[in-house]
């Protein structure tokens, strides 16, 4: 399967603990992207990058959330001192150019 | 700041009938996408288009960017079962591509 993968599918935290969640993209696609998406709407966006930069964050990216793309490959979200008010499906979306290729998402519950 | 106006909200229809939804805007763009989303997976890409006036299929699916580049359509013929799932536009300029709320498809037994 050559599609974008997340892991974990799913994370169940305790408010206040830190998580990380990996997106692996379609292997040719330079850009790559994060969502959050909450029940009823469609995917918001947090972030992207072109290759290893970070190009964009949105507003709704707070101080606590961190994107990494070391290698320009595989990325990682963090969330530092989770609140429940963060619990939401996180999709990872890739691109070769305008049109984005997503994975089956992160669900993260902060109890 | 954009946003699309994605109707209708929610639609019950009967098996084999037809199935159209839209999305409109008040800004231009470049790119009209068409994904579908099932429970607890990611949206899946159904249609992309590209040209303003563009109308493009994907068996039963056939959407168009219309001439505006303000807005889109996308059709359905013949429902089944499958079918049933979370419809988003979303419609993008330069890198970032902003979404519908999405139109949630029903089918009666």
């Known amino acids: 399967d050559t599609g974008v993968s997340q892991n974990p599918r799913h994370k169940i935290t305790k408010r206040g603990q830190n998580v990380t969640f990996r997106c692996d993209p379609i292997?040719?696609?330079?850009?790559l992207y994060w969502y959050r998406q909450t029940l009823g709407q469609g995917p918001e966006f947090l972030t992207y990058?072109?290759?290893?930069?970070?190009?964009?964050k949105s507003r709704l990216l707070s101080d606590r959330f961190s994107a990494e793309r070391p290698k320009g490959s595989f990325s990682t979200l963090e969330i530092q001192r989770t609140e429940q008010g963060d619990s939401a499906m996180y999709l990872c979306?890739?691109?070769?150019?305008?049109?984005?290729?997503f994975g089956p998402g992160t669900r993260l519950t902060v109890l | 700041g954009q946003q699309l106006n994605q109707s209708p909200q929610s639609m019950f229809i009967q098996e084999g009938e037809d199935v159209s939804m839209n999305c409109t805007s008040s800004?231009?763009?470049?790119?009209w996408l068409w994904y579908k989303q099932d429970p607890g997976e990611g949206p899946v890409l159904l249609i992309a288009?590209?040209?303003?006036?563009e109308l493009t299929s994907n068996g039963r699916l056939t959407a168009q960017f219309g001439i505006t580049r303000k807005d889109s359509f996308l059709n359905i013929s013949a429902s089944i079962p499958s079918d049933v799932g979370i419809y988003f536009c979303?419609?993008?300029?330069?890198?970032?591509?902003?979404f519908g709320k999405g139109t949630r498809l029903h089918i009666l037994p």
């Open positions: 979306a890739s691109s070769p150019h305008n049109t984005q290729y």
């Open positions: 292997s040719e696609h330079n850009r």
């Open positions: 990058f072109q290759n290893e930069a970070q190009l964009e």
């Open positions: 800004s231009i763009f470049n790119t």
């Open positions: 288009l590209y040209k303003a006036g």
């Open positions: 979303a419609a993008s300029v330069d890198d970032k591509i902003i």
